[in-house]
């Protein structure tokens, strides 16, 4: 069992004994699970997946019964549909480490589907470790030889992962992606104008390729009422998001949560399939543990336990002991 589950379900056993005695408290925790406020997922709790990201092609351009020239319009730089499978996104959505001796810094760029000037950055504010070197038969400038002490987040700005405060919990959060996840989303050119192309070409000049974004699909409504359906958004945005569902009683427990926990309310989590959508869509909440940990806590707690238990049942401390 992940180490967070067993901590919730830890907790959960601290507070249900109480629970079965005094049923308006369980009621109270009910009736918060329904409140818009706690409806809106955590940062901490979702991964994010980057539209630059440099090792999405290939195998990702390919949607069954798709348009073939997909690999070509990416090539060329335009709009073009990308498939988010499962595997594939564990796999982008990683936490990543370079072990040391290390690699050369554009070695590790291609590994983590960066830039090489952000990897220089990451290793310039400690993200990363590194040592000036001479890469053997080039000249000129030292090059940069880098390695990791700590796991690196490559969809975060900072190369670190979401909430480092919450211990190394984010680590697993790319494994609570569904195996067979699917879902067929459009990524468009970004295209810019410089002053200088502004003075020099037509009005009919689109501006530059600066890179990817993401059309967001929209957030997909998970009651399970309308199967597929979609809030419209078509946003465009650098990232899209993946709140992963709140932790339940009765999938910790398998078989054993009882008959007095069946008549428990079910709240928006395994029904219907959840989506990659933008931070818009879904609330995403972005509350920094730095300023108010005690409160950011409780939002996480509630939110990952899906509204059953409060920040001050679960002890923060037990999680960076656990993992
Ligand atoms: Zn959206
Ligand atoms: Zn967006």
Redesign the pocket.
Known sequence: MDPLDSLLLESWHNVSNELQNKPWKLARRMERVQRKELRRPVRAWAVALRANDARIGGEDLYSPGGDEGAIERCRRGYTHPVMLRGRRVRELCKARRIDWPGVWIDEAARQLGRDVRTVYRWSDTGALRYRKEHEPGRRGKASRWVWSDTAIDPQANDGRGPWSAWGSLWQGLSERIPEDFEQRVERVPRLRDSAKDRRTRGDAWPGRYRGWDWR????RVADGTVPGRHVP???V?KKLWLPLPAWTIGDALGGRAGAAWEAMPRFERGAGRRGF??A???GLRFDCPMSNPQAAWNRFVSVVSGGLLYGREVDRGLLWQAV
Do not use: K, M, S
Not at 216 to 219: A, E, H, S, T, W
């Open positions: 967001c699909p929209g957030r958004c078509g946003r945005c959508a933008c818009r869509c879904w």
